[in-house]
C-alpha cells in the first residue's frame, strides 16, 4: 500500500525545475485536490478496463464511468453537450498535464494530439482513493518543484511573517519568474496559478493564503482548497448553540449534493478496505473471540449513511466487520434500514481503539483525524459538547461515548 512516504519519495526521485522545462503549466486553475482525486479515479479505472493502453482527454471524459460520476457529481453539464466540450477539456486536461509532468502520467504527442499512458500505477491509485491523498501528492509536488526552481525559500519567507508587504512580495516574485521562464507572458495569468501554488502549502502550514487576489483575511482551511465547495460543516457554521441538528435542517433550506457525498463514501470504503487488509490483515476491527479470526470483508457506517449523510464519508464513521458482524448484530436480522444501539455503542468503542492505534503509533500511515472524530459524534450524538475534548485524550472520548448510550 502506498504511503505518504512513497509519495516523498516519488517526487524526490523526479526533476521539476521550471527554469530547465520552460513549463508554465506544471499546474493549472482547476488543479484542486478534490478535481485531481476525481480525474485520477476516471483514469485509474479506464486503465484497469483498458491495461497499458493509450488515451486522449476525450477518451477519459467520454468514459461510461466519467459519466456515470463527474456529471453528478461536480453538476455540470452531461459530457456528450457540446456546448461544455471546452469546460471539460479544462477539467480533464490541466490535471492530466499535471500528471504528466509530475511523472505520474507520460505524454506523448500525434500530430496536435496529447496522448497518455500510465507512468506510475500506485501513485495513480493512491491520488485516486481519497481527497486527502490528492491533496497531500499536491503539497508534495509544489513543494519539490518550487524547491527544484530555486525559489521555495522566497514562500518559506512568507510563511514565516505572513503580511500585506511579504503577501505583495512573493506574489510578484512568483510571477516574475514565471513569465522569465516560461511561455506565459501575463501577470493576470500568472496569479491565477499563483493562487494553486501557495493555499495548498498555506493549509499544512495553517497559515495565510490568497483569496480574490488579496491576502486572505483568515488561515487557509481545507475547504478553500475544494472545487466543489459544498460542505456540511459550513452548512452548520451558523447553527446557533441549543438547535439540534434535526431541526436546523428542517429550518433551513440546505442544497447538498447527495451524489458527491455517495460517491465520496464508497472510495472512503474502499480506501479502509485496503487499509485494514494491509496493516491489519483484513480482521475485524471489533475483535470478539468468535470471530477473532474471521476476515472483515464488510465496512459498515457506525452512524447509518441514509440518516447521516454529512459524515459518510468520514473514515471515523466506517468500520471493518466480517459479514457476521455486519448483518446480524449491527443490523439486526439483516435488516440495514434498522441498527442496534447496543452494538453501536461497542463498535463506537472499538473505532476510538482503532483510531489511537493509529494516531499515536509511529509505524503506521495515519488516516485518522482526530477532530473528525470528535465530528463523528457531535453529529451522530447531536451533542456539541463533545467538540470541547482536548487534542488526542481519549479517555475523554470514551467517557463521552458510554455517557451517550447510559443516558
Known sequence: MITQQNILEFCNNNNYDIRKSGN????????????????????????????????????????????????VIFKKPGVENQAA?????????????????????????????NLYTVGNFEILEYIALREKNALFFLKTYIEKTLSDSGIIKYFDDFFLT????????????????????TKINGEVECNRIFNKVLNPLAYFKNSYGTERGYMSKDKITYDMLMYNRNNFRDVYADKPKGTTRKEYLIEHSVNVNDAYYKYQSVKAKNYLRKFNHYYRNGITEHIEERH??????NMHHIFPEAE??????????????????HYNYAHPNANTK????????????????????????QNVEKIYDFYNFLFVLNVGFDNENVLKISDLDFSSVVNAINLHYIA
Open 24 to 71: 508554465g503549466r506544471w499546474i493549472d486553475q482547476k488543479c484542486a485536490s478534490d478535481v485531481l482525486t476525481v480525474v485520477a479515479d476516471c483514469i485509474y479505472n479506464y486503465e484497469i478496463e483498458h491495461p497499458s493502453s493509450t488515451f486522449t482527454t476525450p477518451d477519459i471524459w467520454h468514459y461510461k464511468y466519467t459519466i456515470e460520476n463527474v456529471e
Open 85 to 113: 466540450k471546452n469546460e471539460y477539456d479544462k477539467f480533464f486536461q490541466q490535471p492530466m498535464e499535471l500528471f504528466a509532468t509530475a511523472g505520474v502520467l507520460i505524454k506523448g504527442k500525434k500530430g496536435n494530439r
Open 162 to 181: 505572513p503580511n500585506k508587504s511579504s503577501y505583495k512580495d512573493i506574489k510578484k516574485l512568483f510571477s516574475d519568474f514565471t513569465i522569465m521562464n
Open 292 to 297: 477473532v479470526e474471521d476476515k472483515a470483508t
Open 308 to 325: 447521516f449523510q454529512d459524515i459518510s464519508a468520514y473514515l471515523e464513521n466506517l468500520i471493518a466487520l466480517t459479514p457476521t458482524q
Open 338 to 361: 434498522e441498527i442496534s444501539e447496543q452494538y453501536q455503542h461497542l463498535l463506537l468503542l472499538s473505532k476510538a481503539s482503532r483510531i489511537e492505534d493509529n494516531l499515536l503509533s
